[in-house]
């Protein structure tokens, strides 16, 4: 065990905690206002493949992040039409957003690129630039959890947001227009989870891979039930998830259980899911949702 | 009016999703009308478009109905894709295990174990929510993941034959295998995979009907479905509906194994599911919920499905993804049905965590 716990695992961790934290925080905004979402792997996924594609087009990985989060944030818009002015059912529209976002990109790159589902290679100087050996989306996540912190807590708009989210009737009486918050809570996802996504298709990789989220924005969604709604805890929950999954990619083919058998990467995969059904049985503290999560808003009713 | 209706806006949605499938596809610089006629038209070639548009169907007749059955009851079981896995996984299981019984034990015993499986995954989530009221949509999405991850280990530990490079498990007996329809229907060879799973498809969506509208069960898990309070007010179990209901569809959705293992494969291969646990989402939104909708939306994502293979091979640029892309757009369609109302005013969500 010795060789396992190394500095370099503390990188590891945080490297792969990058991505969930964006995506977990951007999920935070929409789900404190009241509205599920589920979207995230497939709005992570818009922003990979938007990032990746213009990034290979105008070689500037600025230009990839900045179309990544306008493109993530679109398509939460369109999101949040149907949930909030059509009244759709938000896990369905959302598994919808999931479910376009495998095919689209894979279209998009067969058409664009002429492979099924990826983009070409960049160059390394063409990725979002490190700082110490971190990208540095990376360092500005860490500054996106303490600004969520102070937003949600200590302005008026993250006020209105968590009232909006837990009792949007006293919220109106209260003259807070509470569909306006709510567009904007559920795009604010969009544009953070797409950051999420650009991070790893132009910072830690260097190519958009088919499906290349693999369940990071359920985790992501995991980690934000895990850090019962609040950015600190959340963040948390995405390090420690970070850090089961640096340790099945240092464990592969090196850690042996006391039989000599190698250890199942398969249970340490678990380790976030297992968590977050115990969690919200509430045999771990209990995890309590926004009062109106996924609750419609209708004036008249 | 009302079942004029029922029929109006799922073909609204359908053909809005395919108006906006042709703008993505004249985006790409390709013809819709090309790919259109290449993504229905190759389905109703006889023997091999129909065989193989109805066995693509099969597995999604089940995950429709287990994803209907749950929605009449009140719930949203977006788990159907990891009860599917750990039941494919234990029919292959009592396959490989009981090898030497006969057929006429071995078949049912392999169905069962499968059926069993599929409900007891998704009572655990029944389960949970009526004990401590944790939402089954956050559950059932977990379970997929664990599911998935715990079949892996399965395959990659314990049932695979050694050296073998594919994550998949040794064969079944050859006694628990169940006939293919090439060897009842003249004209259809019997390389089609078409089995009898899906004769059992179609007495499914019958037993659905006659369980859901015909017995007091089925008049209870409804009421729960419509109105909790007034049902509990009416002397039902709420509790007791919920994992019954979420059994039930998690024994639906077990079935797909027995179209798998029993009839195609011959095995438990990893990863076989192609999406069917969410595309059976897609299925019962736009069948209504309704056992003969669920025969219709499947049988129409089939026909798409077996259409992607020309799409890819035949078009300059669009690849059979687009597939993808339109049962995305219905799903998205048929959610936001208040769209086509006047007014725009829908039916409210019912999905609180």
Known sequence: MRSILTLSLVFSTIRLATPLVWAAIGGLYSERSGVINIALEGLMLAGAFTAAATTYYTHSPWAGLGSAMLAAAFFAFLLAIVCIRFKANEVVAGTGINILFLGLPAVLSGALFLSSGSTPQLPKDELLPEVAQLSVVSLLALLLVFVTQYVLYRTPFGLRLRSVGENPEAADAAGIRVNRLRYTGVVLSGVLAGIGGAYLSIGQSSLFTRNMTAGRGFIALAALIFGKWRPIQTMLACLLFGFADALTIQMQGVAKLPSGEDVPVQFIQMIPYVVTIVVLAGFIGHSRAPGALGVPYDKES | ?353
């Open chain 2, 1 to 353: 009016m009302t079942r004029l209706r029922e029929l109006l806006f799922p073909l609204i949605a359908v053909l809005c999703a395919f108006a906006v499938g042709a703008l993505v596809v004249l985006f790409i610089g390709d013809s819709p009308i090309e790919t259109y006629r290449l993504l229905l038209g190759s389905a109703f070639s006889w023997p091999d478009g129909i065989g193989y548009t109805l066995f693509f169907a099969t597995p999604l007749i089940f995950t429709g109905l287990a994803v209907a059955v749950a929605l009449r009851g009140g719930l949203l079981n977006i788990g159907a894709e990891g009860q599917l896995y750990i039941a494919a996984f234990a029919t292959a299981w009592v396959g490989i295990t009981l090898s030497n019984l006969p057929s006429a034990l071995l078949i049912p015993l392999c169905c069962l174990a499968g059926i069993a499986a599929g409900a007891a995954w998704a009572a655990i989530p029944g389960i949970l929510k009526a004990r401590f009221g944790s939402h089954e949509v956050i559950n059932t999405i977990m379970l997929n993941f664990i599911a998935v991850a715990l079949v892996g280990y399965l395959t990659q530990y314990h049932y695979r034959t050694a050296g073998d490079p594919i994550m998949e498990s040794a064969p079944i007996s050859a006694a628990a295998h169940i006939p293919r329809l090439g060897q009842f229907v003249p004209g259809l060879p019997a390389r089609i995979p078409l089995n009898a799973a899906f004769l059992l498809a179609l007495l499914s969506c019958w037993l659905v009907y006659v369980l859901l509208w015909k017995t007091k069960w089925g008049y209870e898990i409804r009421a729960t479905g419509q109105n909790p309070s007034a049902a509990e007010y009416g002397g039902v179990s709420i509790r007791k509906e919920i994992v019954l209901t979420m059994a039930i569809s998690g024994a639906l959705a077990g079935m797909v194994g027995i179209n798998e293992v029993m009839g195609y494969r011959y095995r438990y291969y990893d990863g076989f599911s192609d999406n069917y646990g969410f595309t059976g989402i897609a299925v019962a939104l736009l069948g209504r919920n309704h056992p003969v909708g669920v025969i219709a939306a499947a049988l129409l994502f089939a026909v798409l499905q077996r259409g992607g293979v020309p799409v890819d091979a035949f078009t300059q640029l669009v690849s059979k993804d687009i597939v993808l892309i339109l049962q995305a757009l219905v799903i998205l369609f048929v959610a936001a049905e208040a769209m086509f109302r006047r007014g725009g005013r829908g039916p409210g969500a019912g999905g609180r965590i």
